[in-house]
């Protein structure tokens, strides 16, 4: 089996770290090194010791004086809004139908969605980003194309297509029954081939009918391994709709709960105006909600508890939210989540910022087994992190002297620059 | 005289644009062109009515499809700030104690003064910044170096050694009578020289004793055509603790006003917990608050309050703030300004911004007959914008139709690499 061994400067965390100087969290090693055989991490330690039990034929990568890390997981991103970043200027329910349900319409051409596939994750690879959990739109050649792309680069993806079947222009909808059917013939296609996952997607309850929500608890019951990706309480206007369109529910999250949508394998974008009785349901059936901070702020939605979130024991993800979100990077999107928690306190420190997009969303996905770690098993997403990649960082470093500070300057100056490479299944992405 | 001639699209501001939709207060050529002459703009039209004026010597410089635009002006940051950027995690007064005022107080140092002020125009002009206005240290070497760097690249720069003589650590204190007699000295070294202007530059009335203050409105009474800038409201604490140390106050802005330190070349930085009373005064005095976006998300200050403010009549500039704003760039301070204003309502159109870092600013300094436009007569400050300078924003501008969008696409994703040149009095500095 052929070895392939990256040095550098490695960081993995263990457990979530309770306080910035909280040092017990993570493995850092100085001159470290990576073995990767077949796709998988084959061990991990100093250099000298790695050196060692190489095998003659070993390939050697040289990244020092970079940072590997964990390749970083996106928690909730729209596949079919890559170019509805930065349109301008309403609030979600305008926005979604101005810009996103017509550029979502175009997805219905496999041809388009194939070329933006391409785009998509090129982008996300220039950003140091391995896994994604995305919102096809609700063609079924969108999913088809998402997965086909991913596939071809062995990432592992988490995906669904769009369920909706009303409020939005006819030809972005399905119906509760074609729903469900392309939903199934996803799942059969594309769920745990080679490293893909399927995500049921009903989009919001405003958009989807009962009928249609019912197919989706019944999707969700038949494939219990599946996720379960939607949105919650994103803004006022939003929710008060959602309420309309559902009077009998006790509130928003009542309308999935009664729908059987709910479970540890849920992700529930947004989550920013919770009733008391939602936190409560959200933690007894251990669903996640997803923190979107560069969405959140580009829409005017609020500011995400992410402290009483946790206090009350909720895994809370993190994620882009392209194109609500403005950036695909993970680092821009920990920036402004650091300038969210500012405005709310206590601020988001770089230990519990990189152990979030990486070992902390793969924990909420379940897959901490599988990613978000450089541990000896795990498969071998990683990142190359360059701290001095723009002159502004390199000025910066000049006066840093502790990891955490250097984690701190790549959570806030950092972008898509600091990225020298990204590895998927051992192999290096970027540069290809 | 020797004529230059830059070819592209020109967008040069003529008032204050008072809706996303208002297509009156700007001049657009799509193929267009300015003549340079002697580092001043002589002509600006049309390409081909331009080009039969020419001289044969000419020198045309192609930046088509680009956009040119009059240089960015940045009216609030600190020069002795440039290794603070990114500093863990307190608010204003931990700040300022932990991280600020050490890295100040190594601009004693004059070589170390004069390296940093290199890195620093190096990177405001990689960002298409021509103007800033600019807190040096208390230490009149570091408005030496600041001065001096400017005049090297012609760049017309505002700044003045900071004067603070109580609670911040003895190496960065001046006293009473030296702020005095350093500014002074440096008003005649600098102010008028060149480009350059002078700003009497008490820190805030924290760190300077009744008696400094006394001595900067001294100053501002002897050279009425100086500027002055100090900082306001930014947070709680910062309040608290000040109207403790001048317990006579009717209020924070009562204590500049009592000094004689407000009119319309007084720069108050953040301005973001303002009382009734302060904001009547601010208006009274023709004064300008300084929203600083990045700044007051990194450190959780709080919210300016831009339309409140414009609709009482206040001319609002906007900055960076670096080291408490975490970008050098005007355009990233024109994303998190639009988010900060997205939480407020209403939002910040594109047209509002890209007026408000040239021609806006330029007003609120009293300089639009200089800068902030490309009117015949104006200094050739001018900065050359690719909307697709990264594949995310390629992506995104194949589906832009308007000068709006395109404006917004570059309001909300651009950075450094959007900045294919600047050009300072005619000089391509970025190149260089």
Redesign the interface.
């Known amino acids: 089996m052929v070895q392939k061994c990256l040095r550098g400067r490695i960081l993995t965390f263990t457990a979530e770290p309770q306080s910035?100087e909280d040092e017990s969290a993570h493995l850092y090693i100085e001159d470290g090194a990576l073995v990767i055989e077949d796709g998988i991490i084959t061990a991990c330690g100093t250099f000298s010791e790695i050196n060692e039990q190489l095998s003659e034929t070993a390939e050697i990568i040289d990244h020092r004086p970079a940072l590997l890390m964990p390749g970083f997981i996106d928690t909730h991103l729209h596949f079919p809004q890559?170019?509805v970043?930065?349109?301008?200027?309403a609030q979600l329910l305008d926005w979604l139908e101005n810009y996103t349900f017509p550029?979502e319409a175009k997805y219905s051409d496999i041809a388009h969605a194939e070329r933006m596939a391409v785009?998509f994750f090129?982008?996300l690879i220039?950003q140091g980003t391995t896994t994604t959990v995305a919102y096809c739109s609700s063609h079924k050649a969108s999913a088809d194309a998402y997965f086909a792309e991913a596939a071809r680069r062995n990432m592992r993806v988490i995906g669904g297509k769009t369920m909706m079947d009303r409020n939005a222009p006819a030809e972005t909808c399905d119906t509760a029954q074609s729903g469900y059917d392309d939903s199934k013939a996803l799942i059969a296609s594309w769920h745990g081939k080679g490293r893909a996952l399927y995500a049921v997607t009903p989009r919001f309850a405003i958009t989807s009918t009962p009928a249609q929500l019912e197919a989706s608890g019944a999707l969700a019951r038949e494939h219990p391994d599946c996720y379960v990706q939607t949105h919650l309480d994103e803004n006022h206007a939003e929710i008060h709709t959602t309420l309309e369109l559902y009077p009998d529910a006790p509130d928003y999250l009542g309308i999935y709960e009664h729908y059987g949508l709910l479970g540890p394998k849920t992700l529930l974008g947004h989550c920013i105006h919770l009733e008391p009785r939602e936190i409560d349901v959200m933690i007894e059936t251990a669903s996640k909600p997803v923190f979107c901070p560069t969405s959140n702020?580009?829409?005017?939605s609020?500011?995400f508890d992410y402290e009483g979130l946790r206090a009350r024991g909720a895994e809370c993800a993190i994620a882009t939210d392209i194109g609500g979100g403005?950036?695909?990077s993970m680092l821009q999107t920990l920036?402004?989540g650091?300038?969210v928690q500012?405005?709310r306190?206590p601020?988001l420190?770089?230990y519990r910022a990189f152990y979030w997009i990486t070992l902390g969303n793969a924990k909420a996905l379940g897959l901490e087994d599988k990613i978000g770690t450089l541990d000896v098993g795990s498969e071998a997403d990683i990142v190359v992190l360059d701290s001095k990649a723009?002159?502004?960082m390199a000025?910066?470093m000049?006066?840093c002297n502790t990891l955490?500070?250097e984690l701190?300057?790549l959570?806030?100056?950092a972008?898509?620059r600091s990225i020298s490479e990204t590895y998927v299944a051992g192999e290096a992405m970027k540069a290809r």
Request: proline letters at 6%; glycine letters at 10%.
């Open positions: 910035p890559v170019q970043i930065a349109s301008w200027g550029a785009h090129d982008e220039g702020l580009f829409l005017g609020g500011l403005t950036s695909y920036n402004e650091y300038k500012a405005l306190g601020k420190h770089p723009t002159p502004a000025l910066r000049e006066v955490a500070e701190f300057i959570q806030i100056m972008d898509d």
